[in-house]
RNA sequence: GCCAGCGUAGCUCAGUGGUAGAGCAGCGGUUUCGUAAACCGCCGGUCGACAGUUCGAAUCUGUCCGCUGGCUCCA
């Protein structure tokens, strides 16, 4: 999100054609294996391209690099690309036998078409392209997916191959490089490193256990969202998971809802559901007792258990499960009270990234996620609330001169959001945060309250997330921090390492000091030699360990190593402890910050 | 859910038709050591599950379960 020169972009646009054209090569490889081959589209992506293909069998792994070799002595042919214009008449009979490009030539708005030529190979496109294949770089096919023609599943299913390419072969195994050590960083691999959560086959999938240091992470988490956002003026409660399914019937959930729902149990004549989302709950709260405008922003929260069936192929680790715990709130407002409202919101979600030390621009980005006023099926219907709600919604946006990018389609049914949307260490991005404008709950349940002119009026409600779901912020945070945890997060804290055991004594009884404070200090008192405990505290990324030998012994100070790898001088034991109790409770990113 | 690949000890992995191996972890011992791996020994697996082919299956086939990469979907 750095503005990029005119030098570079002019480099990335040329790095983007040559990709382009390398996907024309590979389908050129693909048609010399299989002349019968049906082509879907082939764009460019970052880092590569990908084309796909309707083959008359399926591709494996092993097929790769005989294509890798046909698009080799394609490239040292060194054939012109060559474009032509024609009539949308004149390329359905170029493109006969090739129901995928027939379909995309009725859709086109133009009466003209281009293709492009090289060797054996005609696309139809767009282009720009190299002008032969001699100018193609470096590349490399990645691997083979399916993906659905046109990306519904109710076509048929392509055969879609990915590949990469950059101007030199170096680039390449650096741009290769650079996705290993990537995966060092997986949230999944370093909670199986740390022992931070486990899954098992009997519980179920999408179903995470998590461990004591897990859970300890997550306790962390959740003192600190609910401190917060007692201190803001949330009311904090407790609902339960289960709701009869009338309840989500009268919210109009359940017919958007009921594809994600886990089925219905039935008992004592009463249909029971876990529950998909709070909301309905928390409405219900509101709904026990006539309100004034007096109680309101009425604000509502919540760390509530929500129970969602995710297809399988969609789970990811703590990323994407299938029952996961939200910070959940509803803001029961007055209409003008909302814009003040979503302020406040946005403030407390962004203090909680600067505490989490993610950057808007940089780890995170604002999505104004609108609706489509034409599909009536996925919204509520009420054309001039939603032109409202999203004009109020980029309104608070643009006050706060953030920079944000809008979505179609991809709003609540009951109104439009702001998403704060992070990437994972894959490249993909994913909702951690969430403020939503909804204009149809209110109505739905009847919510109302008395104003200061003695009439009843309807309020307005907004949904927000402010630590988001603690499972994905989990996942987000080790990936953030690759396991390294700051202080007040870190399941381990300090390490005591004696020197040898005859310093086991003065070892317990600073651990133990420690402890008495809440500090999370263990001592290692195994016998084994003080190089091997060391090795184990920075694998385990525990912020701080403390050697002790004879001299701390004798001068009741405590030798102080950092994660990182500083060391810092033997210190007084009293003045180590003073500091990182300043450094948990500051929730500070620095380890531990010594007072002069 | 769909397409493809994978599943061997707690972890990382070797073993491709003749009946299972390494390192680390764990346990027992020796060592008592100054900032990222001391040494010796021991234990550990119905090779994801179930069916089939075969004289014989970790290895071949099928079904199921799980994981990985995509597609679709989403906090």
């Known amino acids: 999100m750095v503005p990029e020169s005119k030098q570079e972009a002019e480099a990335n646009e040329k790095l983007d054609v040559m990709r382009h054209s390398t996907a ?62 024609m009539t949308k008449a004149e390329a359905r009979k170029l493109f006969a036998g090739q129901p995928y490009k027939l379909e995309l030539i009725d859709e086109l708005p ?11 190979f005609t696309d ?26 046109r990306g519904s599943e109710k076509n048929p299913m392509l055969q879609r191959i990915y590949g990469t390419a950059f101007n030199t072969q170096r680039e390449i195994e650096e741009y290769l490089q650079y996705q290993e050590a990537l995966k060092e960083r997986d949230h999944r691999k370093i909670g199986k490193d740390l022992d931070l959560f486990v899954f098992s086959d009997l519980v179920g999938k ?25 201190k803001r003026g949330y009311k904090h409660i407790y609902t339960p ?14 017919p958007y809802y009921k594809d994600t729902m886990y089925p219905v149990m039935k008992i004592d004549e009463e249909e029971l559901i876990l529950r998909p989302m709070t909301c309905p709950h928390h409405y219900q709260y509101y709904a026990s007792q006539p309100r004034s405008y007096r109680e309101l922003p009425f604000r509502i929260a919540e760390l509530a258990k929500q129970f ?16 996961f715990c939200l910070a959940d709130s509803h803001i029961i407002c007055q209409k003008e009270q909302t814009i003040n409202e979503l302020h406040q919101v946005i403030d407390l979600i962004e203090h909680v990234a600067s505490v989490f030390g993610f950057e808007h621009g940089k780890e995170y980005r604002y999505r104004l996620s609108l609706g489509d006023r034409k599909d009536e099926e996925k919204y509520y219907k009420d054309d001039e609330a939603w032109d409202y709600a999203e004009a109020v919604l980029r309104d608070v946006l643009i006050q706060r001169k953030t920079s944000y990018f809008e979505a179609e389609n991809e709003a609540a049914f009951y109104g439009p959001k702001i998403d704060i949307q992070m990437k994972n260490i894959a490249g993909r991005e994913d ?37 988001g779901a603690i499972e994905r912020t989990m996942a987000f945070l080790i990936e953030h921090y690759a396991g390294a945890f700051p202080v007040w997060l870190a399941p381990v804290q300090v390490m005591v390492i004696p020197v040898s055991d005859r310093h086991l004594d003065y070892a ?53 190593r950092l994660r990182g790898g500083g060391q810092l001088p033997a210190e007084p034991f009293g003045r180590f402890s003073k500091a990182i109790k300043k450094t948990i409770t500051e929730r500070a990113r620095e380890l531990v910050t010594l007072d002069s």
Request: with cysteine; glycine share 8%.
């Open 24 to 85: 024309h090569v590979m389908a050129e490889a693909v048609l010399s294996m299989f002349p019968d081959a049906k082509f879907g589209i082939g764009p460019t992506i970052e880092n590569g391209f990908y084309y796909d293909f309707d083959l008359p069998r399926t591709l494996t792994p092993d097929d790769l690099p005989v294509i890798e070799e046909k698009m080799r002595e394609i490239v040292a042919a060194d054939t012109p690309f060559v474009r032509e214009e």
């Open 110 to 120: 133009e009466e003209m078409v281009t293709i492009y030529r090289q060797g054996a």
């Open 124 to 149: 139809m496109c767009r282009g720009p392209h190299v002008g032969s294949t001699g100018e193609i770089g470096a590349f490399k096919l990645i691997s083979i997916a399916g993906a659905y023609w």
């Open 206 to 230: 999408g179903l995470p256990i998590l461990t004591e240091k897990g859970s300890i992470i997550r306790r962390e988490l959740e003192r600190f969202v609910v401190d917060e956002e007692i």
């Open 241 to 254: 998971d289960l709701a009869k399914v009338e309840l989500y019937k009268t919210s109009g959930h359940y």
């Open 308 to 323: 969602r069936y995710e297809k399988s192929g969609e789970l990811l680790g703590l990323m994407r499960v299938r029952m």
């Open 431 to 467: 909702t951690a945060f969430t403020v939503q404008y909804d204009f149809v709950s209110p109505k739905r349940f009847g919510l109302t309250y008395i104003d200061s002119d003695g009439q009843e009026k309807e309020p307005i409600v907004i949904h927000r997330s402010s630590i």
């Open 508 to 560: 317990n009884k600073i651990g133990a000091e420690l402890k008495k404070d809440g500090v999370r200090a263990d001592v290692d008192s195994r016998s084994e030699r003080m190089n091997l405990k060391i090795r184990q505290a920075q694998l385990d990324k525990v912020p701080c360990m403390l050697v002790v030998g004879d001299r701390e012994v004798e001068n009741g100070t405590v030798s102080v």
